[in-house]
Nanobody
Framework: VQLQAYGGGLVQAGGSLRLSCAASGRAFSRYGLGWFRQVSGKEREFVAVISGPGGTTHYADSVEDRFTVSRDNAKNTAYLQVNSLNPEDTAVYYC????????????????WGQGTQVTVSS
């Protein structure tokens, strides 16, 4: 599975973006799809995950009620709708695929996209 994340950009505080993660290869629906983010000099942190069939989601406390993860297996694409952005959300956002259906653990992800930069200005 190859992943490509896109949709990031520069947005003012309070704004929104929709990040996408396009997958190529077979059996996309068999993998949990997670979103992580990383600030330069810090470890990558979990943001959200959706199970293969899409029935289970988990969110980091810091993004609960602001971010929404979804997927369209027919299009081999997952999404992260990010709303009410604040400067602390500034990071490179990565999507990853895991055979664990709803993992929040980075080490359980075996495929990664290249990341997309989200910058939130105050």
């Amino acid at each position: 599975v190859q992943l490509q994340a896109y949709g990031g950009g520069l947005v003012q505080a309070g704004g929104s973006l929709r990040l996408s993660c396009a997958a190529s290869g077979r059996a996309f629906s068999r993998y949990g799809l997670g979103w992580f983010r990383q600030v330069s000099g810090k470890e990558r942190e979990f943001v959200a995950v959706i199970s293969g069939p899409g029935g289970t989601t988990h969110y980091a406390d810091s993004v609960e009620d602001r971010f929404t993860v979804s997927r369209d297996n027919a299009k081999n694409t997952a999404y992260l709708q990010v709303n009410s952005l604040n400067p602390e959300d500034t990071a490179v956002y990565y999507c990853g695929a895991s055979p664990w259906q709803a993992s929040t653990v980075e080490s359980q992800y075996i495929y990664w996209g290249q990341g997309t930069q989200v910058t939130v200005s105050s």
